[in-house]
């Protein structure tokens, strides 16, 4: 998974053709640690696609700009703009992020 450092880069990121996952996170958040220890399995099921993470402490306004109103979210963008979005309270287990992954990717 990449790590993205700036609004810049996450721009640039997010204007792809394709579908990026972007994983939001903190690191003093319980939540974000326990879905690392599940993500590694997902992430190579879903190898076909860009991952990316952003810490939302480090990039200011981020989260809020993109209606992160929990961490652990992921969010899926394309050509810019937002397609799907999982917020934290269903990010909890393996099977509550392969089940969304599968949906909005279908």
């Known amino acids: ?14 204007q792809s053709g394709d579908p990026v996952i972007v994983k939001f996170y903190a690191d003093w958040c319980p939540d974000c640690k ?4 599940f993500i590694g399995d997902i992430l190579e099921a879903y190898k076909g696609y860009q991952w990316y993470e952003v810490n939302s402490d480090e990039i200011e306004g981020i989260a809020q700009a993109n209606e992160v109103m929990g961490i652990p979210s ?10 799907a979005h999982q917020h934290s309270a269903y990010t909890k287990t393996p ?7 599968e949906k909005e990717l279908a």
């Open 34 to 37: 326990r879905m690392d220890m």
């Open 1 to 14: 998974m990449n790590h993205i450092e700036t609004k810049e880069e996450f721009n640039q990121v997010i």
């Open 74 to 83: 992921l969010l899926i963008f394309k050509n810019g703009e937002k397609i």
């Open 95 to 101: 099977e509550e992020v392969t089940a969304f992954l």
